[in-house]
């Protein structure tokens, strides 16, 4: 994995820093498994982002952090102090990889520091410099940094591109013996931007900056700020992929000769390639390497068996075909040990025997096998028999333990490479601004959106709603408003539609009713001023006029997952019928005793049983969209 270059940082500031600048820290998580710090974000415009550090790696926004699983939930000191705090602003130190987050909170401020730098760290410091949380204590050449110290940065190269003296720079081009090097060593030039920099204006790579004046290098510096101006200006950023269409490499701009998919932002960019290593990286599995561990020593252990068992057999072969002689030399050699007078002769080549007290050795090539004479010599040889035996029984075991590991271990490696999958379409499907409501595309092709709580009851009047939208509710206290944009010109199932999901996200779902009214009006007739001495509740308006009426909307909710462009999956909700022609993947629900989350869990199990093809699409759903979708305790009447 490489890790982001000064460059890099600059693009991604420049691209980021007005949709951050003044967003709310929500929470702050810590993901232990990955070193990986997530501020998660409310921008201005109610949407939420994750903000991604890896110290001495990466920085990236994202829409969502797919490693739930590994965050801590510790309190943790940057948590207290800047929870629920506003991001003023985000800079970076000119031609650094060091960037720069203004915090404010009341009446105190805080920067923290992210160094993306070899050894790098998160720091939160207060007014006065002095540190309040650290990613790890440091301890250098240059500083030494814990909590309650100072903070310093790290100290800076003298005649970096940023760096206002071109004498100073011009000394640091001369670094290198020759240009590539003066750019990269000298001038902190990233090493693919240096080398597509001399190709593009056709300079010579191999000159030696030494050896050139003043007024060449000078040129030679200001073209190269030219060429980096414009990539800050105008990027154009890209991803290579292998065969696999795993992510192998970025770049913040197409360099010649590099064969890259484009993307739109660099933001973007970022995301999709560090994501992907963060999913690689997070499945590794310590138990297939302990299996592995096992499975090395299993066939070592079969090695040494089946070669011990070749030389036996070839021992045992050779007897057979001179038993009567072998015999005849191994009784001697019993003999022997009553008489010492009697001498033995071996008569074979290719053997070599010795005499040890009660035993002979024999030797032969690479076989070493000791007989015993204290036995008759057919003994030995139904020996020799009953170790082949064994050695080929322990061939079998191993065989078979081989086969048992290597079916865990693709097991395994199967579970993981299907975990990377889900997490790759997790991270790659684009979620559209009117998810985070509850909402539905009508099969008139309108769009209608809900609030899930009185917050975004709240926000759909007053921001979202609009000349020509209509405004729905249930005929019962407490429930989400829908509006129907363009709904004046919705047709009769459009409107019946939008009534279907106001009358499931009402109160009246969880007072287990059948049925209920739902009530729609124009924009126009929706006010949030009370009548004078009266007051309105957050998520209350008023209704004037006429109200144009759905009568006994049955509270039946189908529920089910779609597959966007047949790559990725998304949760729908709508009448039954709906949702049918939408999907193959759904359920009915109706108001029940069971939790949101027994019936979404329930929904997931039973959809995998049933549509074993799509397993990677219904696990690739987050089971909190799922909850998130189910009004209230529900009971399951239908699975497709």
Not at 152 to 180: A, E, H, M, V
Not at 182 to 192: D, E, F, M, N
Not at 294 to 315: C, G, N, P, V
Request: aromatic share 8%.
């Amino acid at each position: 994995m490489k890790s982001m270059n000064w460059i890099d940082l600059a693009v991604l500031i420049r691209e980021v820093s007005t949709v951050l600048r003044d967003s709310i820290i929500d929470n702050v998580y810590l993901d232990k498994v990955n070193d990986v710090m997530i501020l998660k974000l409310r921008l201005h415009s109610g949407d939420k982002k994750y903000l991604v550090i890896k110290p001495g790696s990466f920085i990236y926004l994202t829409d969502q952090y797919l490693h739930r699983e590994s965050l801590s939930k510790e309190k943790s000191s940057l948590k207290r102090n800047i929870v629920n705090c506003r991001l003023r602003n985000i800079t970076q130190i000119p031609c650094e990889r060091i960037i720069d987050l203004e915090i404010s909170c009341g009446a105190s401020n805080y920067v923290l520091t992210i160094e993306i730098i070899p050894r790098g760290v998160v720091v939160l410091r207060d007014q006065n410099n002095k540190i309040l949380y650290i990613s790890r204590p440091l301890k250098t050449r240059d500083r030494i940094l814990r909590v309650g110290s100072i903070y310093q940065y790290p100290p800076r190269p003298q005649g970096s591109l940023c760096d206002q003296d071109i004498n100073s720079r011009i000394n640091s081009l001369r670094k290198g013996y020759d240009l590539i090097r003066g750019l990269v060593i000298g001038l902190g030039i990233p090493s693919y931007v240096a080398e597509d920099f001399v190709k593009r204006y056709n300079i010579d790579a191999s000159k030696d900056p030494r050896k050139m004046n003043s007024e060449e290098l000078k040129d030679l510096i200001l073209k190269l700020q030219e060429f980096i101006d414009q990539i800050m200006i105008s990027p154009n950023p890209c991803i290579v992929y292998d065969k696999d269409n795993r992510p192998i490499e970025y770049y913040v701009y197409k360099p010649l000769d590099k064969e890259c998919v484009s993307t739109l932002r660099f933001d973007e960019t970022l995301s999709k390639y560090f994501t992907w290593y963060l999913i690689s990286g997070s499945a590794h599995d310590k138990d297939i390497d302990e299996e592995k561990k096992i499975l090395d020593k299993l066939s070592m252990d079969h090695r040494l068996a089946e070669e011990q068992l070749k030389r036996l057999k070839r021992f045992k072969e050779f007897i057979e075909s001179n038993y009567l002689d072998f015999e005849e030399i191994f009784n001697c050699y019993r003999r022997s040990l009553g008489d010492k007078t009697v001498k033995c002769v071996n008569r074979f080549k290719d053997l070599e025997i010795i005499p040890q007290g009660r035993k002979i050795t024999v030797k032969s090539d690479d076989l070493v096998y000791e007989m015993d004479l204290s036995k008759e010599f057919k003994d030995n040889y139904i020996e020799i028999a009953k170790e082949i035996s064994q050695l080929e029984r322990k061939l079998e075991r191993i065989e078979l333990e081989q086969t048992k590991i290597r079916e865990r271990i693709r097991e395994s490696e199967e579970r993981i490479k299907l975990e990377q999958e889900v997490k790759r379409i997790k991270s790659e499907r684009k979620v559209q601004w009117f998810e985070r409501f509850h909402w539905i595309i009508t099969s008139e092709n309108l769009l209608a959106i809900g609030g899930r709580d009185a917050d975004q009851n709240e926000i759909i009047v007053k921001k979202y709603l609009e000349d020509k939208d209509l405004f729905f509710h249930a005929d019962i206290q407490g429930g989400s408003v829908f509006i129907l944009k363009n709904g004046v010109y919705a047709g009769e199932r459009s409107i019946k539609e939008v009534a279907h999901l106001a009358a499931c996200y009402s109160k009246a779902w969880k007072g287990g009713l059948g049925s209920i009214d739902v009530f729609y009006v124009e924009s126009s007739q929706v006010s949030k001023k009370p009548p004078s001495g009266e007051y309105l509740s957050k998520g209350s308006f008023m209704i004037y006029g006429e109200k144009h009426w759905v009568r006994g909307v049955e509270l039946k909710l189908g529920l089910g997952i779609e597959i966007v462009d047949n790559k990725y999956p998304r949760v729908i909700i709508g009448p039954p019928e709906y949702v049918a022609n939408k999907t193959r993947i759904y359920s009915i629900i109706v108001p029940g005793d069971h939790s949101a989350r027994e019936v979404a869990e329930e929904l997931i199990k039973r959809w995998l049983s049933k549509h074993k093809d799509y397993s990677i699409m219904i696990k690739a759903v987050d089971l909190e969209e799922i909850i998130s979708r189910i009004p209230g305790k529900s009971r399951i009447i239908y699975v497709n």
